[in-house]
């Protein structure tokens, strides 16, 4: 099994390097690419839309002619499909309203042919998404993909902490509800399930209503609390009168949830069993169970935030430590797993990583870089800046941006760590500038790289999606320059509960977690620069606290061995050479 950190990576490795490796080493095998359900059309829930009275017909025959022809059924076929379309979500093979083997298209299903091409080849390529979400369906034995592997390797490995922390945490949304009651009353519409006294109409209508009324009442909680941040912590006390509303949602799910398996003959020896009514009941019993936990607020092994998304309203707990989770779920079920990262080091030490995987029993190897950073690289540290928290450091970045952009002809990432302080230095730089500036969120992030490439001299201002994942070779890109150290927030709540965690077993919480966590920021941002043996430019970090704190001496002991410099002439001289 290999996983990596993007879909971007997995398909280098298959369609690039796994040919590449094959011509290499002149041995025959095969491989499989795996991308997360979702992807994949279900022929079921097609042919539930198909029967719907109000189905978007035009959609249905555009996905049938395709049907015709594709192997596969992966969406990423559909180059007209918008990313976010609703229609596509309405036949997604998703794990929760997977029937199984039950399936009437089981045989044919696009997920079990997939599954069977995997079990069948010598590698399967994942990345770190599916890798958990799989690992985390298994434990209710439904919709689980990959096979079962003998050894692993784990690229982009400083990743897997955050995947897993998303995946092995536990959410109910309104959008989470509203699926159910769609997909409940869609079943209803279709005739697929009986409802002849009208029990699970009234069940369903029950759901929905102390739903709409649940969450908006906790956006009205929210408010009222002072909390206007994205992610707000909660704990067993915070919901106040809100208490009384999403306990009557979890009473109307299981009403729903009763009724439905009712419906299933489940209960019944010798009863057709109602596959379609059976999957229903287990997620609203999943449901109840979810919104039961996250009420309740009480296992100390969780931190539990409400979050708010667009329209999107999100109760959540996510593992403070995930590392015994890790470890059971994926590293015991190999007998061997290789973590590859080209940044899984701090100061030349990989005991940060290999505490927070729990991975203490472990050989390592810390390989000699490609790269001759001597000769390809110069770090720019400017003599004097202002404190971060100085009202005066904006117009102290946008003075030392603008003068590195003019001596290296743009050709530059910006990179900063809030947008607020991006929008500041954007405004104050932009009019002085004769080169074309491009800003993250004016277009999709692939756009605004395809564009970045193609235009001579541009330079791109943006944060923190832009800091890894990029890859951007040759002269188009030969400047770095980052605003901040990157710490992660204190008031995030993961952060601030792993903070906690760290301090009350005796540890250092900032130089244990915060400072490594940020080192290992840093490198990914400045690793978009030299891609390439042939690849020259120019890092920059304005933060004047690598010189005036004494941790500074770690982020400087972990960046790549180039020449160090205060003098921006020093830069001049770097490209004129």
């Not at 990989?350 to 000769?375: A, H, P, T």
Request: include cysteine; hydrophobic fraction near 40%.
């Amino acid at each position: 099994l290999i996983s990596t950190g993007t879909k971007n990576l997995q398909e280098q490795i298959f369609f690039k390097d796994i040919p590449a490796l094959k011509t290499a080493l002149g041995v025959p095998f095969t491989a499989t690419y795996m991308k997360g359900r979702a992807n994949y059309l279900c022929l079921h829930r097609l042919d539930q839309l198909r029967a719907h009275p109000a189905a978007p017909m035009d959609f249905v025959s555009t996905i049938d002619e395709w049907r015709r022809h594709t192997d596969t059924g992966d969406r990423a076929e559909l180059s007209g499909l918008e990313e976010d379309s609703s229609l596509w979500h309405d036949v997604s093979a998703q794990a929760e309203t997977c029937l199984g083997n039950e399936c009437p298209q089981y045989r044919e299903c696009y997920v079990t042919k997939m599954r069977q091409r995997a079990a069948e080849s010598d590698l399967v390529i994942v990345n770190h998404h599916l890798l958990c979400a799989d690992a985390s369906v298994r434990q209710s034995t439904y919709g689980e993909v990959i096979p079962d592997c003998h050894h692993a390797i784990i690229d982009e490995a400083h990743h897997l902490e955050d995947v897993a922390t998303q995946y092995f945490g536990i959410a109910v949304s309104n959008y989470r509800i509203s699926d159910l009651v769609r997909d409940s009353e869609r079943a209803l519409n279709l005739g697929m399930i009986e409802d002849f006294d009208s029990d699970l109409r009234h069940a369903i209508t029950r759901v929905d209503d102390h739903s709409l009324t649940f969450f908006g009442a906790l956006q009205m909680a929210r408010h009222a609390r002072g909390g206007f941040e994205e992610r707000l912590r909660i704990g067993p006390g915070w919901f106040g009168d809100v208490l009384d509303d999403g306990l009557g949602l979890i009473a109307a799910l299981g009403g729903l949830e009763d009724a439905m398996k009712k419906k299933s003959g489940t209960d019944e020896a010798g009863a057709q069993v109602n596959e379609d009514a059976a999957t229903l009941s287990r997620r609203a019993g999943e449901l109840r169970e979810h919104l039961t936990f996250l009420l309740e607020a009480a296992n100390p092994s969780f931190v539990y935030f409400l979050e708010t998304r667009n329209r999107g309203v999100f109760l959540r707990a996510a593992p403070i430590d995930v590392s015994q989770i890790i470890n059971e779920m994926l590293f015991n079920r190999m007998r061997a797993t290789t973590m590859t990262s080209a940044t899984p080091t701090v100061a030349g030490s990989f005991e940060y990583v290999k505490g927070r995987l729990g991975v203490s029993e472990s050989d390592c190897i810390r390989v000699q870089s490609e790269f001759d950073f001597s000769e390809q690289a110069i770090l720019y540290l400017p003599k004097q800046m202002p404190p971060p928290k100085s009202p005066q450091y904006g117009d102290a970045v946008a003075r030392e941006v603008r003068d590195l952009l003019i001596r290296t002809e743009g050709r530059a990432f910006v990179l900063f760590t809030s947008y607020s302080m991006l929008r500041t230095v954007r405004d104050l730089v932009e009019p002085d500038l004769p080169f074309p500036v491009i800003v993250q969120g004016t277009a999709p992030r692939s756009t605004l790289l395809a564009q970045f490439r193609s235009t001579p001299n541009a330079v791109l201002f943006a944060t923190s999606s832009f800091w890894q994942g990029v890859d951007v070779v040759g002269e188009q890109l030969s400047c770095v320059i980052i605003d901040k150290l990157p710490f992660a927030s204190p008031g995030d709540p993961i952060t601030a509960a792993r903070i906690e965690a760290i301090n009350a077993e005796g540890g250092d919480a900032f130089q244990d977690y915060q400072v490594p966590l940020a080192i290992l920021a840093m490198l990914q941002g400045l690793g978009r620069l030299i891609r390439h043996r042939t690849d020259r430019g120019v890092l920059a970090v304005l933060d004047p606290r690598l010189r005036t704190m004494a941790y500074g001496r770690r982020f400087l002991d972990s960046f790549p061995p180039a020449p160090v410099t205060q003098n921006p002439e020093a830069v001049t001289r770097f490209f004129s050479s």
